[in-house]
């Protein structure tokens, strides 16, 4: 009786990709180099895509700290506050000049920035705008003290800063954006 052959094992066929499949045969070794490579070159993607958007995410955050971003996004809103903060004769020009933006006298939440930006898209604002209510310690911050204030009008007729009555807020009679 003759041995029965046993049938050879088959290999199951390797999965290439198209890329492979449409190139030339090469050995295993240089297939692995290519998919090394390839892998490589998707990390170094990432990484540029990555470092492009923090770039983008922190010019723009430093873009949202200037008085330009408020009149060029919310332009119809914010352009009456804006200008005159450039050109008008208020505080808000002596704040100009100081050095001072707006965000550093009205810092909001993000919850408050996205809310405001829900209503101008939406149209659901009032103009005027209402008036921010800044705190005296937001004032403090550049006019350091109310004995430094009082000492800086002391030559007025009557020194507001130096009131019998107490720190009134601020704001009571320094309408930043409107006259004094």
């Known amino acids: 009786m003759v041995p029965e052959e046993t049938p050879p094992e088959e290999t199951p066929p390797r999965r290439t990709s198209s890329f492979a499949r449409s190139a030339i045969s090469l050995p295993g070794r240089a297939w692995r180099r290519v998919r090394a490579i390839r892998r490589r070159s998707w990390i170094r993607v990432a990484a540029v895509v990555v470092v492009g958007?923090?770039?983008?995410?922190?010019?723009?955050?430093?873009?949202?700290?200037?008085?330009?971003?408020c009149s060029s996004v919310c332009h119809s809103?914010?352009?009456?506050?804006?200008?005159p903060y450039y050109h008008g004769s208020n505080l808000d020009r002596i704040h100009?000049?100081?050095g001072v933006t707006c965000l550093q006298c009205h810092r909001q939440s993000l919850f408050e920035d996205l809310s405001e930006?829900?209503?101008?898209?939406?149209?659901?604002?009032t103009e005027p705008l209402p008036t921010?209510?800044?705190?005296?310690?937001?004032?403090l911050k550049c006019h350091i003290s109310w004995e430094v204030l009082a000492n800086q009008t002391r030559d007025l007729a009557r020194n507001p800063h130096a009131?019998?009555?107490?720190?009134?807020?601020?704001?009571v009679c320094h309408d930043v954006h409107g006259p004094q």
Not at 77 to 83: F, G, L, R
Not at 117 to 125: I, M, S
Not at 132 to 139: E, I, L, M, Q
Request: charged fraction near 20%; aromatic fraction near 10%.
């Open 163 to 171: 009131s019998p009555h107490g720190e009134p807020n601020c704001t």
């Open 132 to 139: 921010a209510k800044v705190p005296n310690s937001v004032c």
């Open 96 to 98: 100009e000049e100081a």
């Open 53 to 69: 958007l923090v770039a983008l995410t922190t010019a723009g955050l430093k873009w949202h700290e200037q008085p330009t971003f």
């Open 77 to 83: 809103v914010m352009a009456k506050y804006v200008n």
């Open 117 to 125: 930006v829900k209503d101008y898209v939406t149209n659901d604002f």
